[in-house]
């Protein structure tokens, strides 16, 4: 789809059904989502929840008609789907990056039309601050989405005035349920605690599951040709969090959780720790913990470095944490590959990496 279409008030007015002959769906968008680790289904998400959200997002980061919303992420997601929205629900400018990514070109293409709000992902945000590329004045906020960008990142980005926002949200909210505000960016930059936005309520299930209720929710699901609707007024979702004071802290998900020796263990936990380890030498997002099958210990972590990853780097780390880690927590033999495999998003594709470390001879 053409993204300047979804700034026009035909779209937004289009009331046909997503798919033909299904009543349930009209005025509806569907986005193909597998979350961080299930299988791929599509989420209904209705034009007014998508319009909801939009406003809710242009309220708390200060777009008004004369901001101007660019585009960097991809429509079949629901973090680009909801640029565009807030572009239309704000009544101002709206530009298209519409190329493959590359950091310099984006650079310079957000100076030339004086884009004053994007979304981006961690990986995004990586290639920037890689590159060492400074923001150009008209940039007011950058949401970042899709995932976690730690703290060093962050103050690295915001250091070269990228204005950088953690944010956590999904598909099922139709975006962002919790983002920093614009006053963060006067403080160094944190990955956490995020406030939700005005239109949220959450709460904790017994198993300590986020579950949230608001007027962006989705409508319900589509499997095998058949609308499912949504059964309760409050999602469960599979996110573990802390909530606190209407903020919340992302903790990772629960089916991300693996047992080693009756322990439960969670591997990005253990990429935060190497990270910390290193001293700044091991990049967040060049390496991973995956977990493998274990017949002893049920399964077993293992690290998987990119190639481009300093080898002394890795050796030193993995050495440190071996000698203070558990014996539950250890680490397995470590695999270098090219690349890490990651879906459109630029997310990790922690069962693709599993499969590979599994079949790949090591050295």
Same mark, same amino acid.
């Given at each position: 789809?053409?993204?300047?279409?979804?700034?026009?008030?035909?779209?937004?007015?289009?009331?046909?059904?997503?798919?033909?002959?299904?009543?349930?769906?009209?005025?509806?968008?569907?986005?193909?989502?597998?979350?961080?680790?299930?299988?791929?289904?599509?989420?209904?998400?209705?034009?007014?929840?998508?319009?909801?959200?939009?406003?809710?997002?242009?309220?708390?980061?200060?777009?008004?008609?004369?901001?101007?919303?660019?585009?960097?992420?991809?429509?079949?997601?629901?973090?680009?789907?909801?640029?565009?929205?807030?572009?239309?629900?704000?009544?101002?400018?709206?530009?298209?990056?519409?190329?493959?990514?590359?950091?310099?070109?984006?650079?310079?293409?957000?100076?030339?039309?004086?884009?004053?709000?994007?979304?981006?992902?961690?990986?995004?945000?990586?290639?920037?601050?890689?590159?060492?590329?400074?923001?150009?004045?008209?940039?007011?906020?950058?949401?970042?989405?899709?995932?976690?960008?730690?703290?060093?990142?962050?103050?690295?980005?915001?250091?070269?005035?990228?204005?950088?926002?953690?944010?956590?949200?999904?598909?099922?909210?139709?975006?962002?349920?919790?983002?920093?505000?614009?006053?963060?960016?006067?403080?160094?930059?944190?990955?956490?605690?995020?406030? @939700?936005?005005?239109?949220? %309520?959450? &709460? !904790? /299930? +017994?198993?300590?599951?986020?579950? *949230?209720?608001? =007027?962006?929710?989705?409508?319900?699901?589509?499997?095998?040709?058949?609308?499912?609707?949504?059964?309760?007024?409050?999602?469960?979702?599979?996110?573990?969090?802390?909530?606190?004071?209407?903020?919340?802290?992302?903790?990772?998900?629960?089916?991300?959780?693996?047992?080693?020796?009756?322990?439960?263990?969670?591997?990005?936990?253990?990429?935060?720790? @190497?990270?910390?380890?290193? %001293?700044? &030498? !091991? /990049? +967040?997002?060049?390496?991973?913990? *995956?977990?493998? =099958?274990?017949?002893?210990?049920?399964?077993?972590?293992?690290?998987?470095?990119?190639?481009?990853?300093?080898?002394?780097?890795?050796?030193?780390?993995?050495?440190?944490?071996?000698?203070?880690?558990?014996?539950?927590?250890?680490?397995?033999?470590?695999?270098?590959?090219?690349?890490?495999?990651?879906?459109?998003?630029?997310?990790?594709?922690?069962?693709?990496?599993?499969?590979?470390?599994?079949?790949?001879?090591?050295?």
């Amino acid at each position: 789809m053409d993204a300047s279409l979804l700034t026009g008030t035909a779209f937004w007015d289009d009331q046909a059904p997503a798919l033909p002959g299904i009543s349930e769906l009209a005025g509806h968008v569907l986005f193909e989502t597998s979350g961080s680790t299930g299988d791929p289904k599509w989420i209904a998400v209705s034009k007014q929840a998508l319009l909801v959200s939009a406003a809710a997002v242009n309220r708390h980061l200060g777009v008004t008609g004369k901001s101007c919303w660019g585009l960097a992420l991809p429509l079949n997601h629901v973090g680009g789907f909801g640029v565009a929205a807030r572009a239309y629900e704000a009544g101002c400018g709206f530009r298209d990056f519409g190329r493959p990514w590359d950091a310099a070109e984006f650079r310079e293409w957000l100076a030339l039309h004086k884009i004053t709000h994007t979304s981006l992902v961690p990986t995004q945000v990586h290639d920037l601050v890689k590159a060492e590329l400074t923001a150009p004045a008209s940039l007011v906020a950058i949401v970042v989405g899709g995932g976690h960008l730690d703290a060093s990142s962050g103050q690295a980005a915001r250091d070269l005035g990228w204005p950088v926002l953690a944010s956590y949200g999904m598909t099922e909210a139709a975006s962002q349920i919790a983002t920093q505000a614009l006053t963060e960016l006067k403080a160094v930059y944190q990955p956490a605690p995020l406030p @939700l936005l005005p239109i949220w %309520e959450a &709460r !904790l /299930t +017994p198993e300590n599951l986020l579950a *949230i209720s608001g =007027p962006a929710l989705f409508s319900g699901h589509v499997s095998g040709g058949r609308f499912i609707p949504r059964e309760a007024d409050w999602h469960i979702t599979a996110d573990r969090v802390v909530l606190e004071n209407k903020t919340i802290t992302p903790l990772g998900r629960a089916d991300a959780l693996v047992k080693i020796l009756g322990e439960l263990v969670d591997p990005e936990a253990v990429e935060g720790e @190497l990270v910390s380890m290193s %001293e700044g &030498r !091991l /990049t +967040p997002g060049t390496f991973a913990i *995956i977990a493998i =099958p274990d017949e002893r210990a049920g399964s077993a972590l293992v690290p998987v470095f990119e190639a481009s990853v300093d080898p002394v780097a890795a050796a030193v780390t993995l050495s440190r944490y071996q000698q203070a880690a558990p014996g539950f927590r250890k680490l397995g033999a470590m695999l270098v590959v090219r690349n890490l495999p990651r879906g459109e998003l630029g997310k990790l594709r922690r069962s693709e990496l599993a499969s590979i470390y599994q079949n790949q001879p090591r050295p």
